[in-house]
């Protein structure tokens, strides 16, 4: 059996007539530069994500970069962050001719850990750090009472880098749920085609509740002109492709019923582990959703883990990769190097001790978890991954 790690023709197979219907209606308008369909998809993923504006972008490495751009980030300014995420949360960081400084993640959800983002801002006695970009990884929000508590403590603001999390939520200490994206100053999301909302190319979009915000980076991301031909910023060209954002028109009706799919998929993988006492041996840990339990007590349903990716940490790690692949399964390593260990980073910033975050790459694999997985495929990935392990 074949078992790819991500089936994009499935998804587009009951999508296709639509699809093409909708691009086609685009490129007949000759609106190729914004238009209908960009405004469109912003005011849908505004009240979709619970926020007063939503600008679209070109991809979600721009949206990162627009909102640092937006904060004045510059030479001789830092950034915390995770050094475990995509090269983008600290590529646009350099970009700008800052510095990233990290704190080292939590091990049971992978996100930035806000006790060691604490003693990094405590030690930052200069006031150098501007800005806090968590990463939201996998599709699970990170602590963000505890991290907007800290951004209120010491006056940095958060821009939240939601680009594996649209639609996932998190539970306040009321009880509140909210979605990615709406807690910070502004959060940014990808819609790279591997996304739970992907194109057929690059895409972004910059969410905030911030208006004054909103419409500077709405500024930014068309040259900082406003009106045409006039630039009191100085910005980029972020634009926002609009046959992009008539294919995530459509796709965005969808979303909800693709989140609940991968979760059902990770209850499944969850059930079949459990059965195969791998756990219980050592070889094997499981992805914790950890905000799943208030999930269930609160009144709705509510997205505790989109799980764009599921992720277990392996042991002979490299080992399992080989031969799953041997067995036609897909499988990635996110990500295999921290951002600190990166060797464009030599020699720009003294090296970290960030434990948690090294063992995470040494050790982790993502599992096929798309929304058309059908249980025979994964009773197939798990009944070979014990057989990896058994042998």
Same mark, same amino acid.
């Given at each position: ?17 639509? $699809? ?72 646009? $960081? ?35 750090? &501007? ?8 599709? +699970?929000?990170?602590?963000?009472? #505890? ?16 680009? +594996? ?8 200490? &009321? ?10 100053? /502004? ?31 709405? &500024? ?39 989140? #609940? ?21 050592? &070889? ?24 764009? +990716? ?10 399992? *990769? ?37 063992? #995470? ?16 495929? +994964? /009773?197939?990935?798990?009944?070979? *991954? ?6």
């Amino acid at each position: 059996m074949k078992v790819p790690l991500l089936d994009l023709g499935s998804q587009l197979k009951p999508l296709r007539e639509e $699809i093409i219907a909708t691009v086609t209606k685009v490129i007949d308008s000759t609106r190729y530069i914004q238009g209908p369909e960009v405004t469109g998809l912003e005011d849908e993923v505004a009240e979709y994500c619970d926020t007063k504006s939503a600008i679209g972008v070109s991809s979600g490495t721009d949206a990162l970069l627009v909102a640092l751009m937006a904060l004045d980030i510059g030479p001789g300014d830092y950034v915390l962050t995770t050094s475990y995420s995509f090269f983008a949360t600290m590529g646009v $960081i350099l970009r700008c001719g800052a510095r990233p400084i990290f704190a080292d993640i939590d091990p049971v959800s992978f996100n930035i850990d806000p006790v060691d983002m604490a003693r990094v801002l405590e030690n930052d006695t200069e006031k150098n750090i &501007k800005a806090i970009i968590p990463v939201h990884l996998y599709g +699970q929000c990170a602590d963000m009472t #505890a991290i907007m508590a800290l951004s209120e403590k010491y006056s940095v603001p958060v821009i939240e880098d939601a680009a +594996q999390a649209i639609g996932a939520e998190y539970p306040d200490v &009321k009880g509140n749920w909210h979605r990615s994206g709406s807690m910070g100053l /502004a959060g940014c999301f990808s819609f790279f085609p591997s996304k739970n909302l992907g194109g057929m190319g690059d895409g972004g979009m910059l969410v905030s509740n911030d208006s004054n915000f909103g419409r500077l980076v709405r &500024k930014l991301r068309n040259h900082g002109a406003e009106p045409k031909y006039y630039h009191s910023k100085i910005g980029g060209n972020f634009r926002l492709d609009p046959i992009q954002a008539a294919v995530l028109r459509i796709k965005l009706k969808h979303l909800e019923k693709w989140h #609940a799919s991968r979760r059902e998929n990770a209850e499944t993988y969850n059930s079949l582990f459990a059965e195969s006492s791998l756990i219980m041996e050592g &070889k094997l840990k499981l992805p914790i959703a950890v905000y799943k339990d208030l999930a269930e007590k609160s009144t709705g349903s509510n997205n505790y883990h989109i799980y764009n +990716q599921y992720i277990i940490t392996a042991n002979n790690r490299d080992g399992l *990769i080989d031969w799953l692949r041997s067995q036609d399964i897909g499988c990635e390593i996110y990500y295999p190097l921290c951002l600190h260990e990166q060797e464009c980073l030599e020699g720009l910033i003294e090296k970290p001790s960030l434990p948690h975050s090294e063992k #995470a790459a040494r050790s982790t694999i993502a599992l096929p978890i798309y929304p058309e997985l059908t249980s025979e495929m +994964q /009773a197939y990935v798990v009944g070979k *991954i014990v057989e990896f392990y058994r042998s």
